[in-house]
């Protein structure tokens, strides 16, 4: 049974139809007072696993006892979690809202699937693959969008995570962006609008929150607002024309049909946009927030920031003020502030000396009072065909779920549709090598001795030698060898591909020069593969994958070695 059959064998139903929730019941917000109304406001950012010498980022990711003094005694309204295997992430979401005095938001950056930020999870390729399909079929490009989400939504609930932040509705219309890039489910508006509508639709067959990112529109940047403060200099007209028509049609109500396909959430960017404010990036902005968004678009939902720790904010405005001017704009969840306790002290005393009307933060906690009653709080979901018995053991339960999901769709989205090649065939009895270059070795997820990159190659008797172009210079580099090259190239939060194009492309002309290129692999950007059409000989056989994960290369290396 081919992939696309697979995946028509998904359950089409609604949770809602399949299981009773009881209402969530939360408290009386009049009954809150001002600093546990405005902590409701905050999302702290989390590492998932489960003790603190595992902790990955110690700058932004708190010790066990202050995350839990966050979560239980100032009581904080949600959690951002980043690591772990989904296993430990059932665990680690039960210990928060065990902590918690009023249900949390769970958040995650899962963008690509629950896979893409815990283990063992479904992983799938980037939003963009999901274009090249759209332009060729578009209602099979709709319907894996739409499956995609569904499955994510799934896997999401089965670990704890109630808030998907996800789909980007950028419009990626700038081959240099560093960012957005393969983030984005297009170059063009009505790509965008079709597939991320379609996945929002997906998702919202179950009991999650969507968000729609970045407001009003990173698509065309070619600065990481990670780093610093990108600007978009377009007209209003332009920006209607385009950036805005994304989010347009993830806000619209849709027709009613079964489950409301609107987007729960939207989240800001930090940009500058000075033909609608020439002093203040979008998330600190009444004039954008509000007048454009909340105005305008008529959104009614949560409007988040992006996190307030990226350096566009961090870098310009003080932690505990950038959080004032953002509820000033409008926002109605701060997004991993720099200092959870510092900015809700700085948010309660801009209230308390009537900068900030109690009514402003009365309506951001009534729109979140009515965010978490849409949501499921269920320690672990009774998602997909589960039975749940009287003994059911909670791990084993999310395990089955996660296999279940896989086992729907097989290779993810039919990844041999996302595979462009031409076969290989290898040559014997001389010494060959596989060179696989990445950017930082240490952040490679999708790399380790049991990827299909290392492995399927050393089956064909390859040599393996990791090049981190982090830590290696190109010229220490023999290329004296027939070599497969692999790269792993797209753009990264924090992490320009630029300069690992620069020398990827270094290392490419070395081993033409040699004669020694036997085969090219590039994971990741189309925009980088255009750079490195051009330089590739007719005869030498060459691969692309949008997806860097292990299925994505073991569908790619296949297809180049006849398997």
């Given amino acids: 049974m081919d992939a696309v059959h697979i995946l028509a064998c998904c359950a089409e139903f609604s949770l809602f139809e399949c299981v009773n929730f009881e209402l969530l019941m939360l408290p009386d917000i009049d009954k809150l007072c001002l600093a546990e109304q405005v902590a409701q406001m905050v999302v702290v950012r989390a590492s998932g696993f489960l003790f603190d010498h595992q902790i990955q980022y110690p700058v932004w990711e708190p010790p066990a006892v202050t995350l839990q003094h966050w979560v239980q005694d100032l009581g904080v309204g949600g959690v951002i979690l980043l690591g772990a295997s989904a296993g430990e992430l059932a665990i680690r979401t039960q210990q928060l809202q065990n902590w918690a005095k009023i249900p949390l938001l769970i958040a995650a950056d899962i963008e690509e699937g629950v896979g893409q930020r815990f283990a063992g999870a479904t992983w799938f390729p980037p939003p963009m693959a999901l274009a090249s399909i759209f332009r060729k079929d578009q209602k099979l490009g709709l319907y894996y969008a739409e499956k995609m989400g569904a499955i994510t939504a799934k896997e999401a609930l089965a670990i704890g995570i109630n808030w998907v932040l996800a789909p980007v509705v950028d419009v990626n219309n700038n081959p240099d962006n560093p960012v957005i890039n393969v983030r984005a489910f297009g170059e063009t508006p009505d790509e965008v609008n079709q597939l991320s509508s379609a996945f929002i639709r997906g998702a919202k067959t179950y009991p999650v929150l969507t968000a729609a990112k970045h407001f009003p529109g990173h698509g065309d940047t070619a600065v990481d607002s990670h780093l610093d403060l990108p600007v978009i200099p377009h007209s209003p007209s332009r920006l209607a024309e385009v950036e805005l028509s994304p989010f347009a049609a993830a806000i619209a109500k849709g027709d009613g049909f079964r489950i409301a396909s609107s987007v729960d959430a939207v989240m800001s960017a930090h940009l500058l946009i000075p033909s609608w404010d020439t002093e203040l990036p979008a998330t600190l902005s009444h ?140 040559a014997s009895g001389v010494d060959l090598y596989n060179m696989v270059v990445v950017d930082d070795l240490l952040l490679c997820e999708f790399l380790n001795k049991t990827a299909p990159a290392i492995t399927l190659p050393t089956k064909m008797g390859y040599k393996t030698q990791i090049i981190d172009c982090q830590t290696q210079a190109i010229s220490n580099i023999e290329a004296n060898h027939p070599t497969l090259l692999q790269m792993f190239i797209r753009g990264n939060p924090f992490r320009t591909s630029a300069g690992l194009t620069k020398t990827a492309e270094g290392l490419f002309k070395k081993l033409l020069i040699t004669n020694n290129l036997q085969a090219f692999v590039l994971y990741g950007s189309p925009y980088v593969l255009q750079q490195f059409i051009p330089l590739l000989p007719a005869e030498i056989p060459g691969v692309f994958s949008y997806g860097q994960m292990p299925a994505a290369q073991d569908s790619a290396l296949c297809a180049l070695f006849g398997m």
Wanted: glycine share 8%; hydrophobic share 40%; with cysteine.
């Fill in 287 to 426: 004039k954008i927030l509000t007048g454009q968004l909340r105005q305008k678009l008529g959104f009614e939902g949560l409007i988040t920031t992006d996190a307030l720790v990226m350096g566009a904010i961090a870098n310009r405005y003080g932690a505990n003020e950038a959080s004032v001017m953002a509820v000033e704009a409008g926002a109605d969840i701060l997004l991993m502030p720099i200092d959870p306790e510092g900015t809700i002290n700085a948010v309660c005393t801009a209230t308390e000396s009537g900068r900030i009307s109690r009514s402003r933060i009365r309506q951001s906690v009534e729109r979140i009072w009515q965010a978490k009653s849409k949501i499921s709080f269920e320690p672990v979901s009774p998602i997909g065909f589960i039975e749940r018995t009287a003994g059911n053991d909670a791990l084993n339960t999310v395990v089955e779920i996660l296999q279940q999901s896989q086992s729907i769709h097989g290779s993810p989205l039919a990844l041999e549709q996302l595979i462009h090649t031409i076969k290989l065939n290898n």
